[in-house]
Each structure stands twice: as structure tokens, then as C-alpha cells.
């Protein structure tokens, strides 16, 4: 049971890298991969990662 609340405090904290990844040029997919694999290495790329311009936010 314990296992299975981590999983999902974690798979929730990735949802949210990933969340603030689809404002950034690595998108959403990328930046929830990379926090599912480690949450930290996900949170610093995404942060790292530039930010969409308004045109590109246009597109999306």
C-alpha cells in the first residue's frame, strides 16, 4: 500500500515537470519522461530548457 502512494506522489510531481515542460521547447512528452525516470534530472532539463515565444504559443 505504502508503494503504491509513492507512485502516486510521484507519478503526480511528474505530471507537473511535465506540465511546465509544454511552455518550453522540450514539450510536455520529454519532460514527463525524463522526471518518470528521475524527478530531479526531469526538473533541471525542463527548467534549463527555453521558453516557447508567443508565436510558437500561437501554434500550439
Known amino acids: 500500500m505504502e508503494k503504491l502512494v509513492l507512485f502516486i506522489i510521484g507519478a503526480s ?3 507537473g515537470v511535465g506540465y511546465m515542460g509544454s511552455k518550453r521547447k522540450i514539450g510536455f512528452g520529454w519532460a514527463f519522461f ?3 525516470c528521475n524527478l530531479f534530472l526531469g526538473l533541471i532539463v525542463t527548467l ?3 521558453k ?3 508565436e510558437e504559443n500561437k501554434e500550439l
Do not use: G, P, V
Open 48 to 50: 534549463c530548457s527555453k
Open 52 to 54: 516557447l515565444t508567443q
Open 34 to 36: 525524463l522526471s518518470l
Open 13 to 15: 510531481l511528474s505530471f
